[in-house]
């Protein structure tokens, strides 16, 4: 199985999920794109937050020195982006593709992070609740239906609000995955009680 995690803005917290995603299933972890933050990547975030010894990380496809838009990024390195340099790893496990950002991010002139998806991959959007969410996740779910993408469900990040979730998942007809709590902190103690609580969510898609 082939999970892409997209979000509906940044810092929805997409890492956390894909970390939790990653321990749960003991996937493989991908993130095509970096852009800043080299030292102290998704990757590397990933590796601290997972406690299985199954997980492989696998090299990002570009790694950009701007924490900007991959577009900007790239310009200030001096290239561009080409969606056929970003190859997918081979692997036999299941994997975790974490996006950049929500799904019209760009990448270069045309394309953007939802011409990274690929047909055999499965969806799961990343919805944090704060004034507004509830537009940026239905705009982000119609996009991927109007591509004939195929979205598997949404995990909400932060303390329930029922009535946000409802009529977000009334709307858009996708079930809730799981939700993250409000959390302190998150380590590999917490990472690994939410791969409990989603595991069998997650092998069920």
Known sequence: MKL????????????????IIVEALKADYWKPIQAGDLANSDSHKIESYISND????????????????????????????????????????????????????????????IDLIQKDYKVIVVSKHYLGSINHTLLTIEALKSR????????????ENKSTESIILKMTGLKCLGRIEQEPYFDQAVIREYADLFRDNLLNL
């Open 148 to 159: 004939k993408i195929n979205s598997v469900g949404i995990i909400f990040n932060g303390d």
């Open 4 to 19: 892409f995690i997209t979000g509906i803005s940044t810092d929805v917290g997409k890492t956390i999920v894909s970390a």
């Open 54 to 113: 199954e997980t492989i990380l696998h090299e990002n496809s570009y790694k950009l020195n701007t924490p900007a838009s991959p577009h900007l990024a790239a310009e200030r390195d001096g290239i561009t982006i080409n969606l056929k340099a970003i190859k997918e790893p081979e692997t036999t496990n299941h994997l975790v593709i974490e996006g950049a950002g929500g799904v019209f991010v760009p990448l270069n002139d045309k394309d953007c992070i």
